[in-house]
Nanobody, 115 residues
């Protein structure tokens, strides 16, 4: 069983920045790809970004240049740096991790962008 625990969500003003973290625990095997998805109210869950074990990244086109994903393999932790936040970035952000044991979701972290 793998547990993913997100942290760093909260309320931020438009134009501000926020960094999310997600720590994976409970796995005896290497965590391969990690990523972030988000789900805004009334919308489907969508990809934000993914990162491979070796650091190859992939972003949703609309978020390139504002959001940055990184990871610390020693800590099995993935980060999402979000800059120049807009009200439309308001969503629950979910961590995702893939490994030989399958794929797991975190419970989500709420990010609210509002003045």
């Amino acid at each position: 069983q793998v547990q993913l625990v997100e942290s760093g969500g909260g309320l931020v003003q438009p134009g501000g920045s926020l960094r999310l973290s997600c720590a994976a625990s409970g796995s005896n095997f290497r965590v391969n790809d990690m990523g972030w998805f988000r789900q805004a109210p009334g919308k489907e869950r969508e990809l934000v970004a993914t990162i491979t074990f070796n650091g190859i990244t992939n972003y949703a086109d609309s978020l390139k240049g504002r959001f940055f994903i990184s990871r610390d393999n020693a800590k099995n932790t993935v980060y999402l740096q979000m800059n120049s936040l807009k009200p439309e970035d308001t969503a629950v952000y979910y961590c995702r991790a893939w490994g030989a044991w399958g794929a797991y979701w975190g419970k989500g972290a709420l990010v609210t962008v509002s003045s």
